[in-house]
């Protein structure tokens, strides 16, 4: 349940409430929004008489039960207000959330080695994209395909970041990886495969370091909030949800179904800012121009992109990887699509001469 | 396979071609595109050698033998060139097409009565959509629900047209209700549950009647592109494809899944012009603007929408439809939207002040 | 809701109950079990005062209101009794049931011609089946495929069992093909992509004509109990239902997934017969054998099994089809298992001899 | 690809031939099956030239490329002959493959406490089953769902092992755990929602520990031999497939879709010994026994079953958890059809009067 503190409220006051609902054997936290304070409470919370609870202070507005079986997830515990998530880089803050400007996220699949990344990073910055993304461990369905160049490939990214000023996203596979991969991330990755990894959740939790989690393939809604519950629970309030296409019964033109009408839906659900990722969610590069513009007019906070400099020769996913060229023709349909939603501000100026010299030298 | 003829080719030496085609034994077909004649062959075409064609004229541009098993659906039997489907109605022709405006087609699940569909019809209309859409026969899960008004709803659809000049898509159901139904429907609509009624295609392929084929709920790609084949097959080249949602494992917050990777994947595929239905493809009024905005801009041809004068007491679909109001304004964004992406000139000029009056008369 | 009569009330006695009922605008129907009588209300049952009725009788057992949207479809209706579907044939009355032997539907996917259909109907025979399937008119995805000989193919159907005694079972496409189909089959198919064919299952239910209603590709428990209800509430009590496999993301190794767990589910919903189709629900014969074991060892009521004189020739289903030898050892295990499962009495006591006899000669 | 070695063919022959094979840049794997002994080679084999190898020596008497993704798991990687595991419990080894007696698995969801674990084992031993399964480590959708006792859970079975000389099952979530949970494991399980966690399956494939591997919710089978491959390739050859069920779209009746066909496809595909889940592969214990029979049928060799002392207050998984008393008679049933098929000599010898008193104590 939820206690909505009163605007303008003292803080010494709220602070005296928290302190008398301590002896309540539950989890209790404080929400500070943009207008107003919430405090949550999660536990057993059915056993708590409201009317008590209002005596303890008449600064208390309103006290709301939620419902969902996720609570820290849910809309009502942020008493409606979306969060924002505000992640340092070298080029400044970037915000996601609802009332802030769309942020793309591109690069490769994987890490392949320096000039490649470097490369990709500098088309991606050129673009006016603020996060780099590439895989340094890859979860492959055979065990004999590219895993990925591990740790070498953390390395790699922090060169990439220094030459351009990007943000990272890489994804992290295994507990005892993530200590290493939050050193080199600014936003740490939870695939698909490991949405349920609940080991790796937890840990992930325990951690304040932004994650980025991904839709398990054949997840649910409700599970996949569920998931991002178990990182919130253990502490860690800064979680983005990101659609990658959905399983379904036919694969024949395209990889996954992606499936858009999770912004509306998930917008009634949660507070918590949603990524779109065209390229896994099609599975093609062709597609992925289109999806990501309908994502923009979804309403989607970010977009996740795959470009590589040559898919062709690709170690993973060549055949969903934008060329430089496509990727820089498509952020500038982007940017103005995303201006005429009045979400286009977090774009760079680069101009579309320097654009199109990043795009050439690679 | 096609046979594509040389621009300018005079059409004396067309029909030339065609009648020395005429000794295969194929099915032969004139396709008049923009630019250039393509003709059509389908059938046993594998045994035909190419060279012998090559001979019969030198107008011959390019022989392409269709690997697709849908062969008149395929992008390749109009080498290339999208269909355009002109419907005639009482406010003018109104063409479904890749290169033309948006079409938007809105109404009520079921014709419940003569006020509510007439004054429904009035505010589409002046909301600058193009058809009027209501169930006269309706598929419906229990034999114990509301089955439609049948043939008199069909009575009640004509004095909408006349009232508003809108043209109408209505359902049919049933192979013997083929013929009244397309006395009445400017397009006649093959439900979801109907797609793969063969027997109903090829009835809906002996008529000229423009057809809006429904994608089945669990149907692949291909096979929506065969049903629509057996229409092409039987002699009727107008077909819209309709996505609708397909079913899929999470259904706790929407009815279906929309697919809105269709758009871009049917245009790597087909010819034919294609419309997305948000309704039922969420299943809930809320999410239908944004997933409208999102098919815009996935750059679909045209929109079906549900809006009833009261969702709340609606026969059928009721959480599904949109209250004239919330259809009005997002008919305004939507018809900003078309025209930022090149495609809003086929609305109508209604005034802001005439729409609300239209609204609030219902 | 049903009334339970208590046992031994007199015929006269339920009559004037039924007489009594007679002014509540519901639908009446009384449904005489094995041991009590039970009478059906379907409709308006809500405002039903129960001790109105109780007062009407002192023979009124019970009266219990179906909570399924499936009323005349649910156990509860028939007070737990399961439905027997008594079927003549020139061979002796077959009887579909729970408390009946297993019973068995071969034959090929398509009528192909006079010969091939009498020679598989021998072997059907011999190997103690007791009815003959046979596509005269079939549903493909495909336009140019072979679409059945049509009513042609009835009148060798009509051979066949005049030749074997077999009863026949084959499909019905469309509403307007109904008379004819029923005339010549014993029960009349209806099949996946008809399942919500609503106008055909009404005309079906119009008839008495046993009715096997396959379960749609994609089609929910509920949804195929609800178009069995259409049937029913039609005035047609004897309809039979057939698992043939359900639509699923994976389609490498099978066509279909073969949901087994059926049986026990519609155990608890409904009295009505179940089949499983072992054929369709994997889609390739080397699957078949096992799966129809397991379908016998899950309590199936009857099993439909392709079989063709030459599955690499057949015209349509052949890879899903067994040759006559394989069907002939097949029937001996299954012969066996239902036995052990004490549902094996309505085999024919063909011997070896003459089943190997039978086989060779096709 | 695979080289066959003649019988009869001296050990120190198929030495050199290793030896002259080590030079090649593959790895090489001895099979020792039971007729001959099979050579694998796994890596870059396409350059070899079959010709050279042949040379190598008379004592080869077949080479096969294996076309499959998964090499080490496919049925030709052992010239189809079917893996054998044998795993020591106290009360003797227990071997699972196809060749051998059905194995049952039993047991609650969850170790609760001492008492409950202990006296399940007592009634599960009395039952004829062979193993003994209880979770330590539960992956749970809910974070505040109970998780598991963890590690002293771990000690809770070892008191049962060693009261019943039953073998252990339990599930490791986390690759930090795996070594203890091996330690006390007969077998270590890794769930569902791991099939595709490839740290852990890599560490998995590190020890020589049995792996039984669950089918993912939504993994092909091809996704889950390619998991299986993992381990393989990590060099555990010790893997039992289980299958649990598939996400599907109709979850109204039960929890996941058995998917039962995967027994006669996995036969066609790969060596590796299968074990069905109908507890899990339903989610309701009132369909287990039928399931569990159709299983038989289908001819698994092993079947897991939960079972708990008073499912109503189980901590997890209670509704799909059968009573001591319901297992204990399914248990005669499966083993009197187990028999029926062939592969009954597995069960103890308790008399029915032991069963009884074993399931009263409880």
Same mark, same amino acid.
């Given at each position: 349940?939820?206690?909505?503190?009163?605007?303008?409220?003292?803080?010494?006051?709220?602070?005296?409430?928290?302190?008398?609902?301590?002896?309540?054997?539950?989890?209790?936290?404080?929400?500070?929004?943009?207008?107003?304070v919430?405090?949550?409470?999660?536990?057993?919370?059915?056993?708590?008489?409201?009317?008590?609870i209002?005596?303890?202070?008449?600064?208390?507005?309103?006290?709301i039960?939620?419902?969902?079986?996720?609570?820290?997830?849910?809309?009502?515990?942020?008493?409606?207000?979306?969060?924002e998530?505000?992640?340092?880089?070298?080029?400044?803050?970037?915000?996601?959330? %609802? !009332?802030h400007? =769309?942020?793309?996220? @591109? &690069?490769?699949?994987?890490?392949?080695?320096?000039?490649m990344i470097?490369?990709? $990073?500098?088309?991606?910055?050129?673009?006016g994209?603020?996060?780099?993304?590439?895989?340094?461990?890859?979860?492959?369905?055979?065990?004999?395909?590219?895993?990925?160049?591990?740790?070498?490939?953390?390395?790699?990214?922090?060169?990439?970041?220094?030459?351009?000023?990007?943000?990272?996203?890489?994804?992290?596979?295994?507990?005892?990886?993530?200590?290493?991969?939050?050193?080199?991330?600014?936003?740490?990755?939870?695939?698909?495969?490991?949405? %349920? !990894?609940f080991? =790796?959740?937890?840990? @992930? &939790?325990?951690?304040?370091?932004?994650?980025?989690?991904?839709?398990?393939?054949? $997840?649910?809604?409700?599970?996949?909030?569920?998931?991002?519950?178990?990182?919130?629970?253990?502490?860690?309030?800064?979680?983005i949800?990101?659609?990658r296409?959905?399983r379904?019964?036919?694969?024949?033109?395209?990889?996954?179904?992606?499936?858009?009408?999770?912004?509306?839906?998930?917008?009634t659900?949660?507070?918590?800012?949603?990524?779109?990722?065209?390229?896994?969610g099609?599975?093609?590069?062709?597609?992925?121009?289109?999806?990501?513009?309908?994502?923009?007019?979804?309403?989607?906070?970010?977009?996740?992109i795959?470009?590589?400099?040559?898919?062709?020769?690709?170690?993973?996913?060549?055949?969903?990887s934008?060329?430089?060229?496509?990727?820089?023709?498509?952020?500038q349909?982007?940017?103005?699509?995303?201006?005429?939603?009045?979400?286009?501000?977090?774009?760079?100026?680069?101009?579309?001469?320097?654009?199109?010299?990043?795009?050439?030298?690679?």
């Open positions: 349940m939820i206690i909505v503190i009163k605007p303008q409220t003292p803080t010494i006051e709220v602070h005296r409430i928290i302190n008398e609902l301590s002896h309540y054997p539950v989890n209790i936290e404080k929400i500070q929004g943009k207008y107003k919430v405090i949550g409470l999660v536990g057993e919370t059915n056993s708590i008489n409201l009317e008590n209002q005596q303890i202070s008449p600064c208390i507005e309103q006290m039960r939620v419902k969902q079986p996720f609570k820290r997830a849910s809309l009502e515990y942020r008493h409606g207000e979306p969060s998530i505000a992640v340092p880089t070298p080029n400044g803050i970037v915000t996601f959330g %609802q !009332n400007p =769309l942020v793309v996220v @591109a &690069g490769p699949c994987s890490v392949e080695n320096e000039e470097v490369e990709t $990073a500098q088309v991606v910055k050129a673009s994209a603020q996060f780099l993304r590439g895989g340094a461990y890859k979860p492959r369905t055979s065990p004999y395909a590219f895993q990925g160049h591990g740790e070498s490939a953390l390395y790699l990214l922090a060169k990439a970041r220094e030459a351009t000023g990007l943000g990272i996203i890489t994804e992290v596979m295994d507990t005892s990886d993530l200590e290493v991969v939050a050193q080199f991330a600014d936003v740490v990755q939870i695939g698909a495969r490991n949405m %349920q !990894n080991s =790796l959740l937890k840990k @992930a &939790g325990a951690t304040l370091k932004p994650i980025l989690l991904k839709r398990g393939m054949s $997840a649910t809604i409700e599970e996949w909030l569920m998931a991002a519950e178990y990182i919130l629970a253990a502490g860690n309030p800064n979680v949800l990101c659609e296409g959905i379904n019964f036919d694969r024949q033109y395209t990889r996954n179904t992606l499936d858009l009408s999770v912004v509306p839906v998930l917008r659900l949660t507070h918590l800012p949603i990524m779109i990722d065209p390229s896994h099609t599975g093609y590069s062709q597609y992925v121009p289109t999806m990501a513009k309908a994502s923009v007019a979804a309403g989607t906070d970010s977009l996740m795959e470009v590589h400099p040559n898919p062709s020769s690709a170690l993973s996913d060549g055949p969903q934008l060329t430089p060229a496509d990727f820089v023709e498509l952020m349909e982007i940017h103005s699509l995303a201006q005429y939603f009045g979400r286009g501000k977090a774009f760079s100026t680069a101009t579309t001469v320097q654009l199109r010299a990043a795009c050439i030298n690679v």
